[in-house]
């Protein structure tokens, strides 16, 4: 297993404004990926995260708005840009290794409240 | 696309009384199924996993069947406890490793 860890937990923003969530492994990973949880829903995959080139965004993601980086094997950092109060919501990195397997381990989350 | 159905919650229980959420999914060809759990304020957690057809996870007193004959992977314990009240959600992996997520379900506990 992998323990996965975030900075910051939780922050308010002002609408506008940017905020980058760091996310770090404590042990080399071949994949990491970045989920959305919404207020009271399911987690939505934002984008996996490739070591040493761009980020693989899934429908309704843009690079834009939420530019990713992986410049190595344990860690990432996913920015929410000119935030508005729509971009609330609990951001997931998670981790893991590929083969027969494929579970993928969480951190503990970052909560934005943006107002 | 791939896609997880769960049973929509609250679920609410008396203490030792018996667990089912149900899970279903679509996926075009072999995936891996989990059920994680996300206890109050918390991140989530990897309850079991199954890899493949007829596999059964299991951990701490939960057990879920792989099914593909009914493509489903629905989750049990025998006798919950107070602090078993979190929010459960099935999921599924296949190509790339991207996890797709069900719903999720609240489950609440009474003493």
């Known amino acids: 297993s992998a323990v996965i860890s975030q900075k910051p937990s939780r922050d308010i923003c002002q609408r506008g404004t940017s905020l980058t969530i760091q996310c770090q492994v404590d042990s080399q990973v071949t994949m990491m990926f970045w989920y959305r949880q919404q207020p009271g829903q399911s987690l939505t995959l934002i984008a996996t995260a490739n070591q040493g080139s761009e980020a693989t965004y899934e429908s309704g993601f843009v690079i834009d708005k939420f530019p990713i980086s992986r410049p190595n094997l344990t860690f990432s950092t996913l920015t929410v840009s000119n935030m508005s109060p729509e971009d609330s919501s609990i951001y997931l990195c998670?981790?893991?290794?590929?083969?027969?397997?494929?579970?993928?381990?969480f951190g503990p989350g970052t909560r934005l409240t943006v107002l | 696309g791939n896609s997880v159905t769960q049973m929509e919650g609250p679920v609410t229980l008396s203490e030792e009384a018996f667990l089912t959420i149900n899970c279903t999914y679509t996926?075009?060809?072999?995936?891996?199924l989990f059920w994680y759990v996300q206890y109050p304020g918390e991140g989530l957690q990897l309850l079991l996993k199954a890899t493949k057809a007829d596999d059964k996870g299991s951990n701490k007193g939960f057990e879920a069947t792989y099914r593909k004959e009914t493509t489903s992977f629905h989750l049990e314990k025998g006798s919950v406890q107070v602090s078993d009240s979190a929010v459960y959600f099935c999921a599924l992996s296949e190509y790339g490793n991207k996890l797709v997520f069900g719903a999720g379900t609240i489950l609440r506990v009474k003493s």
């Open positions: 996926a075009t060809g072999y995936p891996s």
């Open positions: 998670s981790a893991g290794t590929s083969g027969a397997s494929r579970e993928q381990f």
